[in-house]
């Protein structure tokens, strides 16, 4: 039987303050600031607290269509800051985009758990 | 303690949360299961009864996206055919005590496509099923609908997004409709809904963001005593500013159709949460 997986841990590694870097920075997708959320705090900051989630609809085909697009320039950010490569050469980039956008469309998901998507799909330069 | 109610309290440890996913081949995927133990209370007086709660998820997905190779391209297109369901409900010991839905199925087959360019945009068929345990009370409503939105529309972080569908809606329940009808039967209909969305982050001085919703709905050859009553047209617009710490004004003008209702989030008029 497989040990179970260790919780993800957030710290300062390249995938989590790149996480943080890219949701708050001003130039970047700018969900929230610093002043209101340093980064010892961002872990349990549920996504629909942030800016980019609706607050007057639930309507889930609306939320499917945001997470795709908050998810591709959530990326291109990433890429913009960091030399950054695929964990797994065989997965396309539009298979991680989805697997970003996934979490991005669960408001109940954490910063936390984004930065373990961001983690299992891109390689940093400090995992070299 | 009565036999019964020893029972009932033992029944949770007795049956233990069940719950796996599993995550197959290339073709489908998050797939999960949960199970979970209750006791009913059936509320009518004919007494409470054990039952298990279930949910069920998953999804086939064929990909039809590019297969870069190389780095990772922010610019890839998506495009992907997805067949997705998921069903939820409560299977009683006593089907006469299980006033909960004993299934709602839903099932949608869609096609997403998104490039940095054009947007996002999914369209396909949907079909929702709910009945009650004795298979007396059941709905089923179907239809077909397509979804845009675009990231950085105006800005460099706003979201624009028009949602539009046609289908059928089962009337059961609706009494300003039954009013409407007078003796005749409340037979299902066909109805267009249209939802549109805009969101921008302002951050001017105490305005963080600016939130835009509008909801219209149209029913497709409406009964003349329909019309008269004015309840073939519903629409709803909704303008909430959100401000520093969690803090919204929001206002509501118009009204949903009576099947809809539960997905009003602000009162009609201003709502607001300030301190």
Same mark, same amino acid.
Request: charged residues 25%; aromatic residues 12%.
């Given at each position: 039987?497989?040990?179970?997986?260790?919780?993800?841990?957030?710290?300062?590694?390249?995938?989590?303050?790149?996480?943080?870097?890219?949701?708050?920075?001003?130039?970047?997708?700018?969900?929230?600031?610093?002043?209101?959320?340093?980064?010892?705090?961002?872990?349990?900051?549920?996504?629909?607290?942030?800016?980019?989630?609706?607050?007057?609809?639930?309507?889930?085909?609306?939320?499917?269509?945001?997470?795709?697009?908050?998810?591709?320039?959530?990326?291109?950010?990433?890429?913009?800051?960091?030399?950054?490569?695929?964990?797994?050469?065989?997965?396309?980039?539009?298979?991680?985009?989805?697997?970003?956008?996934?979490?991005?469309?669960?408001?109940?998901?954490?910063?936390?758990?984004?930065?373990?998507?961001?983690?299992?799909?891109?390689?940093?330069?400090?995992?070299? | 303690?009565?036999?019964?109610?020893?029972?009932?309290?033992?029944?949770?440890?007795?049956?233990?949360?069940?719950?796996?996913?599993?995550?197959?081949?290339?073709?489908?995927?998050?797939?999960?299961?949960?199970?979970?133990?209750?006791?009913?209370?059936?509320?009518?007086?004919?007494?409470?009864?054990?039952?298990?709660?279930?949910?069920?998820?998953?999804?086939?997905?064929?990909?039809?996206?590019?297969?870069?190779?190389?780095?990772?391209?922010?610019?890839?297109?998506?495009?992907?055919?997805?067949?997705?369901?998921?069903?939820?409900?409560?299977?009683?010991?006593?089907?006469?005590?299980?006033?909960?839905?004993?299934?709602?199925?839903?099932?949608?087959?869609?096609?997403?496509?998104?490039?940095?360019?054009?947007?996002?945009?999914?369209?396909?068929?949907?079909?929702?099923?709910?009945?009650? &345990?004795?298979?007396?009370?059941? &709905?089923?409503?179907?239809?077909?609908?397509?979804?845009?939105?675009?990231?950085?529309?105006?800005?460099?972080?706003?979201?624009?997004?028009?949602?539009?569908?046609?289908?059928?809606? !089962?009337?059961?329940? !609706?009494?300003?409709?039954?009013?409407?009808?007078?003796?005749?039967?409340?037979?299902?209909?066909?109805?267009?809904?249209?939802?549109?969305?805009?969101?921008?982050?302002?951050?001017?001085?105490?305005?963080?963001?600016?939130?835009?919703?509008?909801?219209?709905?149209?029913?497709?050859?409406?009964?003349?005593?329909?019309?008269?009553?004015?309840?073939?047209?519903?629409?709803?617009?909704?303008?909430?500013?959100?401000?520093?710490?969690?803090?919204?004004?929001?206002?509501?003008?118009?009204?949903?159709?009576? !099947?809809?209702?539960?997905?009003?989030?602000?009162?009609?008029?201003?709502?607001?949460?300030?301190?």
């Amino acid at each position: 039987m497989p040990a179970p997986k260790a919780p993800y841990e957030w710290k300062e590694n390249n995938a989590c303050t790149a996480t943080y870097k890219v949701l708050e920075g001003d130039k970047f997708l700018d969900q929230f600031e610093d002043a209101d959320i340093p980064f010892s705090k961002a872990a349990s900051v549920k996504l629909k607290n942030l800016r980019y989630f609706p607050k007057t609809t639930g309507n889930t085909k609306i939320i499917e269509v945001l997470s795709l697009e908050i998810a591709r320039k959530f990326i291109t950010d990433i890429v913009k800051v960091f030399t950054v490569s695929k964990q797994n050469t065989a997965t396309s980039s539009a298979k991680i985009i989805t697997s970003i956008a996934e979490v991005f469309a669960d408001g109940e998901k954490t910063i936390k758990d984004l930065a373990e998507v961001v983690d299992a799909n891109i390689k940093f330069p400090d995992e070299s | 303690m009565k036999k019964s109610t020893l029972f009932f309290s033992l029944f949770p440890l007795l049956v233990p949360n069940f719950a796996f996913s599993v995550e197959t081949d290339a073709e489908s995927r998050n797939s999960s299961i949960d199970f979970n133990p209750i006791v009913i209370d059936s509320k009518n007086g004919t007494g409470a009864t054990v039952g298990i709660e279930y949910k069920f998820k998953g999804e086939f997905a064929k990909d039809f996206s590019s297969k870069d190779t190389g780095g990772i391209d922010p610019n890839a297109t998506i495009s992907t055919a997805v067949i997705g369901y998921s069903g939820s409900g409560t299977v009683a010991a006593s089907k006469d005590r299980n006033p909960k839905n004993f299934l709602e199925f839903l099932l949608d087959a869609k096609l997403r496509y998104s490039t940095p360019t054009t947007g996002t945009v999914t369209g396909g068929l949907f079909s929702k099923y709910e009945t009650n &345990q004795s298979f007396s009370n059941k &709905q089923l409503v179907y239809g077909l609908g397509a979804t845009y939105g675009k990231y950085a529309f105006l800005g460099s972080n706003d979201f624009v997004s028009l949602d539009a569908n046609y289908g059928r809606v !089962d009337p059961k329940g !609706d009494t300003e409709r039954q009013a409407a009808l007078g003796g005749a039967t409340l037979n299902s209909y066909y109805r267009w809904n249209l939802e549109f969305l805009y969101m921008y982050p302002l951050k001017w001085n105490a305005i963080d963001t600016v939130e835009f919703n509008y909801r219209y709905f149209l029913e497709n050859n409406a009964p003349t005593v329909i019309k008269g009553a004015g309840i073939d047209k519903h629409d709803l617009a909704t303008l909430r500013i959100g401000l520093k710490n969690d803090l919204f004004v929001a206002y509501s003008t118009g009204k949903l159709p009576f !099947d809809r209702k539960n997905d009003q989030i602000f009162q009609i008029g201003f709502s607001y949460k300030l301190k």
